[in-house]
């Protein structure tokens, strides 16, 4: 068979193929840009940009932790609160126990059956202590409801559970009726709370102070012997028998302290007296 193209048309074609191709490809070729880089300035200027939108983003973002945490707390300790109402409401308006130190680790018979310390104590960690207590079954048997978030100071065994305490004069001391206000009015049921909107039930101790439940002051000497916590902005979380809760802000240097987790040793002077006054007011009235 002939073929369709002869070796001198193949020869032409090709030749036309080279002169008439190349400029195209060359144009197109010149058409792709080279690869870019960063130089070593632009690269520093991002790397100093990125710096800064840190150092602006990193404080908003631990303020909205904080805020966060706060908010959970104060719900936590409304939570109590309510369970101390629904308590009261079922025991004939007969307000929840409220044991010391010595009555708490003996019968276990209180609103919060732990005392904690810094160091192995099962109290520390087991949240049986709190879901078995007497507010437990109104608190849904949630031990979260006994913390503030925000505490993390551990004992030597782990994380403590609870960071929350009664007033001393609300509840039932059993054995220590009397003896720290002899003056004062101790509230047993319901009734007796002359003030109740004025009267604060639980709020956030201070890790160095906290053992048992019972937040106790001898209100005429002007010593904390039980310290509040400063958690949010140098201020505590509070919960009245009216039910409502507040967030009350320290003002004297010396109610914000930072915990030392080893207790405070004794008494604090309460000087100048103004925190301490805030919450004396708030405590019981004379009888």
Not at 38 to 50: K, N, P
Request: net charge neutral; hydrophobic share 40%.
């Amino acid at each position: 068979m002939r073929p369709l193209w002869s070796s001198a048309s193949i020869g032409c074609l090709r030749a036309w193929s080279k002169t008439s191709w190349a400029p195209v490809l060359k144009r197109v070729s010149i058409g792709f840009p080279a690869a870019a880089g960063f130089t070593l300035i632009e690269l520093l200027v991002v790397i100093a940009v990125i710096g800064l939108l840190a150092g602006l983003l990193l404080p908003a973002l631990s303020q909205a932790k904080g805020r966060a945490q706060a908010l959970t707390c104060l719900n936590n300790i409304k939570q109590l609160s309510l369970a101390w109402l629904l308590y009261a409401d079922e025991n004939e308006e007969r307000l929840v126990n409220n044991h010391g130190k010595p009555e708490t680790t003996a019968k276990r018979n209180t609103w919060a059956n732990n005392v904690e310390d810094w160091g192995n104590s099962d109290d520390n960690i087991n949240p049986i202590y709190l879901t078995d207590s007497l507010l437990g079954p109104y608190a849904g048997r949630s031990a979260a409801v006994f913390k503030c978030p925000t505490d993390r100071a551990p004992a030597a065994n782990g994380a403590r559970i609870r960071s929350m305490s009664m007033n001393a004069m609300v509840g039932d001391p059993g054995e220590l009726t009397n003896k720290f206000n002899p003056d004062y009015v101790q509230f047993f049921k319901v009734p007796d709370l002359v003030h109740p909107s004025d009267t604060f039930v639980f709020l956030d101790e201070h890790p160095d102070t906290i053992n048992d439940g019972f937040f106790v002051n001898r209100l005429d000497d002007y010593q904390w012997g039980n310290l509040p916590a400063s958690y949010h902005n140098s201020g505590a979380n509070l919960s009245f028998a009216d039910g409502h809760t507040e967030a009350h802000h320290w003002v004297v240097a010396g109610t914000i302290r930072p915990p030392v987790q080893g207790g405070v040793g004794g008494s604090i002077p309460a000087a100048p007296p103004q925190d301490f006054q805030w919450l004396k007011d708030r405590t019981s009235v004379r009888k």
